[in-house]
């Protein structure tokens, strides 16, 4: 067998050995060192207390395999996860007894989040799920407010441009004022007691919380929780105008109105006066064509009502309804003599028929009706003995008589 320099190239006749080779492959990897990388943890498992898993590329098709350490792991972020976005402080690292490559985590976050924004994102989660980002809790704004609360730096450009804005739209518009640091460590106490302050004033019909932009630390001061939930809190209707339109305070969601800039919220606020002078005038107009048209529109109906004939000629209703008249008159007449004819004549036959059943008929025929003293009729002898008083009563009258004789029984 034929020997080998180390350090010679290797040839078909004197290759290296396997060992030679992963030992200069793990010499090269080590002296990568470490280096930061970015990516998305596709696979995160546990075991012993270490972490093994895979990070992918976010636009490339290429994946690396890590490993965290237990002790490393104690350091890191404990909500790391699967399809989480980090950057991580590896070290290659190259195994030589099974030939793989994998990389030795050392650090590890969230991409993009320091600290304050990892909080921050936590803060905005809560709070959306305490439903304070909801839309059906924001209040409307007053079409034309009294006054007008207004919490910004003193003699700041944004406290300029909603004054000046707001009063060129609307000049006898009136502000209350409640100066506060917008930034620094002072920030979110004053801007909280102004937010309080004017809440609390009864003719303030809107509040305005203005500042001039600014970069990402300085707007921190808008997304204190403390403050936040004192805007959340607010009764009276609040208006946010940070003016940064890349990163949007907690301030924002909570606020009933987000403003893009100080001189954007001053035109939310309150209407134009020359605007709503033109919208009274186009309406005042318009009003004018409609009744004008609704005159016009009355008059000419009644001049086709007055040209009828019915009321053209109002006794023409009359003379073409008299003969008709006359005649039903006529016939209720003829009717009315007929119904009384019809009944005199039946009246004289009811009569006739009441005289024939009469008893005066009888007794005109000769008959006589015999009464005892009691005045009960007569009808058996033998309530008739001699001696006993009778009243005869005949057609034209009575008479009295006495029964002299025995009745005889017929």
Known sequence: MVEFTPDAPPTVDTPWPVGLLS???????????????????????????????????????????????????????????????????????????????????????????????????RLRQQLAAEGLFALDRKKPLPFLPAMIGLVTGKDSDAEKDVLR??????????????????????AVGEVTAGIRLLDADPEVDVIIVARGGGDFQNLLVFSDESLVRAAAACETPLISAIGHEADRPLLDEVADLRASTPTDAAKRVVPDVAEELAGVAQARSRIGTRVTNLLTHEIDRLEQLRTRPVLANPVSLVDSRAEELTRWVARSHELVDRVVERSLTRVGELAGQLRALSPQGTLDRGYAIAQLPSGAALRDVADAPVGTGLVLTLATGRVHSTVDESPIES
Request: no cysteine; glycine share 12%; charged share 25%.
């Open 23 to 121: 030992a200069k492959i793990k010499g090269w990897i080590d002296r990568l060192g470490t280096v930061w990388v970015e990516g998305e943890i596709t696979q995160w498992g546990v075991s012993g207390g270490n972490v093994y898993g895979k990070l992918k590329d976010l636009e490339a098709d290429a994946t690396v395999g890590f490993t965290i350490w237990s002790s490393v792991k104690a350091k890191l972020p404990a909500d790391l996860k699967q399809g989480d976005r980090v950057v991580a402080l590896v070290k290659p690292n190259y195994w030589v007894k099974g030939g793989t490559l994998t990389m030795q985590v050392f650090e590890m976050r969230h991409v993009g989040l320091g600290d304050l924004l990892e909080r921050l994102e």
């Open 165 to 186: 804005n707001a009063q060129l739209r609307w000049p006898s518009v009136r502000f209350r004022v409640a100066h506060a640091a917008v930034q620094g460590d002072r």
